[in-house]
Nanobody, 121 residues
Framework: QVQLVESGGGLVQAGGSLRLSCAASGLTFTNYYMGWFRQAPGKEREFVAV????????YYADSVKGRFTFSRDNAKNTVYLQMNSLKPEDTAVYYC??????????????WGQGTQVTVSS
C-alpha cells in the first residue's frame, strides 16, 4: 500500500516559519515527482510546489515564491517544505502528492492525508 504521511503543521503567527515533512512508503521514491498542494476554506485545492525526481529542480506557485523551499531526501524517502514569512492567506490544509509524470499535467496518483497550517494575524 502506498502511503504518504505528513507532519509539521500547526499554528504560527504571521511572519513565522514552519517545516512540513512527508514520508513516502510503498513506492519506488525516485520514480516520482513530488508536490505540495493546499486547500483553504471555501477554496479549490491549489498547486504550491513541485520537485523533480532527483531533487535537482523545483517550481513554485507565484504566491509562495521566495518564501517556501521544497527539498527531498531520497535516502529517507522524505520531502520537506520549509515555509518562511508566513501570511494569514497561507492558512490551509497542505497535502503531499506523488506522481510519475509531473503532479501538474494530471491529478497526482497518490495523496497524503493533509496537515493543517494556521497563520494568525
Amino acid at each position: 500500500q502506498v502511503q504518504l504521511v505528513e507532519s509539521g503543521g500547526g499554528l504560527v503567527q504571521a511572519g513565522g516559519s514552519l517545516r512540513l515533512s512527508c514520508a513516502a512508503s510503498g513506492l519506488t521514491f525516485t520514480n516520482y515527482y513530488m508536490g505540495w498542494f493546499r486547500q483553504a476554506p471555501g477554496k479549490e485545492r491549489e498547486f504550491v510546489a513541485v520537485i523533480s525526481k532527483s531533487g535537482g529542480d523545483t517550481y513554485y506557485a507565484d504566491s509562495v515564491k521566495g518564501r517556501f523551499t521544497f527539498s527531498r531526501d531520497n535516502a529517507k524517502n522524505t520531502v520537506y517544505l520549509q515555509m518562511n514569512s508566513l501570511k494569514p492567506e497561507d492558512t490551509a490544509v497542505y497535502y503531499c502528492a506523488a506522481d510519475r509524470v509531473s503532479v501538474i499535467i494530471r491529478t497526482p496518483e497518490y495523496w497524503g492525508q493533509g496537515t493543517q497550517v494556521t497563520v494568525s494575524s
